[in-house]
């Protein structure tokens, strides 16, 4: 399997754009501000859209983007997430002031968009490629999915999410993984932050990595605080990590 890495970065600025990677020119997992790379064909094509949580950084794309197919849909876009993370964009997004609830549009029989609950542990294929939602430990309630080719290579991405026994948990479950796609917002001094935010340090991550029992052969990293990417950077290079680590770019094709 090939990854598009369109956005992975922890915030905004020139050349940054937040979490949205394409699995295959029809299927993206969530949609930040990465999905503006994608040309009006390019847009076109996107027939699933895997969610991991309510964030903005993570789904502030996917109205404008159903807005742009709006008149071109022959199919609905179908959408998934967690029940919790669908009721949040019905309530707060999809509500009819800050956007139309295109659920509805242009009838409820065959609207333009279709929110899909997923239910974690349950595998849905799609185009040769098996995605299965597992729970993790993030602020809000949020899910990462694990990603299995016809070939059976494999790709966990946690979305974001703290290092805690219930996120070990789904990942030991797992089992053995190719890469490992999973985050790193602040550096080691805002630990208390992390905590609080539910996200990563490198201190965390190397913890994180140490207690899996299957060393995934890659861990990929993302969703560095712009304004904090040199500190990380350096506390990440320091690692010892028993496994190869990179640092996603916008940009860059990744083969699983
Ligand atoms: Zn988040
Ligand atoms: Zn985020």
């Not at 009819?96 to 899909?116: C, G, H, M, Y």
């Not at 990942?171 to 539910?198: Q, S």
Request: glycine share 6%; charged share 20%.
């Amino acid at each position: 399997m090939k990854v598009e890495i369109l956005g992975c970065s922890g915030g905004m600025g020139a050349g940054q754009y937040t979490t949205c990677y394409r699995v295959n020119e029809h299927i993206l997992l969530d949609a930040g501000t990465g999905l503006g790379q994608l040309t009006h064909d390019e847009q076109l094509k996107i027939k699933h859209i895997f969610i991991t949580h309510s964030h903005m950084d993570h789904i502030c794309f996917l109205p404008l983007l159903i807005d742009n197919l709006f008149e071109h849909l022959e199919e609905p876009l179908e959408v998934y997430a967690l029940p919790e993370v669908l009721e949040t964009l019905r309530t707060h997004i999809f509500n009819w002031e800050i956007w139309p609830d295109f659920s509805t549009l242009p009838n409820e029989k065959t609207p333009v968009v279709r929110f899909n609950a997923i239910t974690p542990n349950q595998p849905l294929t799609l185009e040769g490629l098996t995605f299965t939602a597992f729970l993790v430990e993030h602020i809000v309630p949020t899910c990462g999915y694990h990603l299995v080719d016809q070939q059976g290579e494999s790709l966990a991405f946690t979305g974001d999410t703290t290092f805690g026994p219930e996120v070990l948990k789904e990942l030991n479950r797992l089992g053995k993984l190719d890469v490992l796609m999973t985050e790193c917002a602040f550096p080691n001094r805002l630990d208390e932050l992390a905590k609080l935010a539910k996200h990563l340090t490198p201190a965390l991550l190397s913890e994180f990595i140490q207690a899996l029992e299957h060393t995934p052969k890659q861990v990929w990293l993302s969703h560095l605080k712009p304004s904090q990417t040199k500190e990380i950077k350096a506390e990440l290079a320091q690692l010892n990590l028993q496994t190869k680590m990179h640092l996603l770019e916008s940009g860059e094709f990744l083969e699983v």
